[in-house]
């Protein structure tokens, strides 16, 4: 009598349930604690109206990349991202730089974002500890993912709506109060040393939209719901960032909001009284934009390690799915534990900075794999394809060279940092890699 075979359990994938409604909340999601805090910074370095002109150099770069980066999206919908369009243009060294820079952004950005929440917290109860709600939401948001997409996405659509409806209110209670004096009062001559200096804090408004790339393996109808989602999400937080950032710069004294991480609460707490309900309000359901931001990076971060560790250039451990939620367990802690490191080492401004280094340098891997499949993959299936192609995305690639040469000119020690990081994690790669040949 033979001897059956042992069954083996089938390996698991990641569930493919998010809807362009869930879709657009967490690109939202992922982008809007930028409208709420960290883009106030660039008022410090070039006033409002360096920092306005900036912003809408940021903006255009954005509009044209997004329209860009769907393609790629929408055509390769894998959970890697620039790192899987990348290594499918260039190879696997390329694949790696890209998979490192998104990584930097991904990770980078919750440690900013947990210290606005503490920010917002002490605003709120000054007894409460910033670095104590920081960790805390660390803690509390890694749990909520480890268990499942679903619950996830819905969580994802219920807090970012309600803090883009918070937006919204914000820029009706603070509209009576606005000022064009206000808004060009103060302000230093326009140069272009200051704008440029301002562009990381520009690029914060937006930074982190491409993370809707890393969720592409559980989206239900891949090739309509990425375009439909990408495109509503851009055209909302364009809205949101300019809105938000004039209104303030003329409700007050703009030069008392350059240096916090809650300029919006302390706009309503300057022109409507501290005491005021609205104020108070405001500041509570603030920490929803925050949340939605935090929850929606931690979806994104985990899901590159994960991808990254899939194709070896991560321990494989951390490719590991958990059975019965299908999520990627050891990806979200491995990352918590790096972001809570930067937590304790860095300050907001300087968490930002590295993470739009990370970005930037993504953006360009991104839009030069772009140009690169349409020569070698005429006939890759493309379900959105860049309009006006390829001045387009010509556009967007030129304003992230100029964004990029600006960034790493005004911040030459994190630059530094970045660049030895890549370097040296690139040496070990090449080494492993020429090693296990």
Known sequence: MPIPEPTSQPTPTLHKVITTPQLWAIAVGLVVSGVYFGWNYGWAVAGTLGFLVATLIVTVFYLTFIFSYTELTAAIPEAGGAFSYAFRAFGPV???????????????????????????????????????????????????????????????????????????????????????????????????????????????????????????EEVKDPKRTIAKGYILSILTLVILALGTMVLSGGATDWRTLIDMDYPLPETLSITLGRNNAWTKLFASLGLFGLLASFHCNTISYSRQIYALARERYLPQKLA???????????????????????????????????????????????????????????????????????????????????CLVAIVYYNLYLSSLFLGMLAVALGIFMWTRKRNK
């Open 94 to 216: 390329m694949g790696f730089v890209a998979g490192f820079a998104t990584l930097v952004d991904f990770v980078m950005g919750p440690p900013a974002i947990a210290f606005a929440l503490g920010g917002y917290a002490h605003f709120l109860h000054p007894d409460l500890s910033v670095m104590g709600v920081a960790v805390g939401t660390y803690v509390v948001f890694i749990a909520i993912n480890l268990f499942g997409m679903r619950d996830s996405a819905n969580f994802s659509l219920i807090i970012t709506a309600l803090s883009v409806v918070e937006l919204l209110v914000f820029m009706g209670l603070v509209w009576p109060f606005y000022k064009t004096e206000n808004f060009l009062a103060h302000n230093p001559p326009i140069t272009a040393g200051g704008v440029f200096e301002a562009l990381p804090f520009a690029i914060w408004f937006y930074v982190a939209i491409e993370g809707v790339a890393m969720v592409a």
């Open 320 to 402: 590991t799915l958990n059975q019965r939620f299908r999520t990627p367990h050891w990806a979200l802690l491995a990352g918590g534990v790096v972001g809570l490191v930067a937590l304790f080492v860095g300050k907001t401004d300087e968490i930002i900075i590295f993470s739009v280094l990370g970005a930037m340098v993504m953006y360009l891997t991104s839009l030069l794999s772009l140009f690169r499949l349409r020569q070698t993959e005429p006939q890759l299936e493309r379900p959105y394809r860049t309009p006006f192609y390829p001045w387009v995305p010509l556009l967007a690639l030129g304003l992230a060279v100029l």
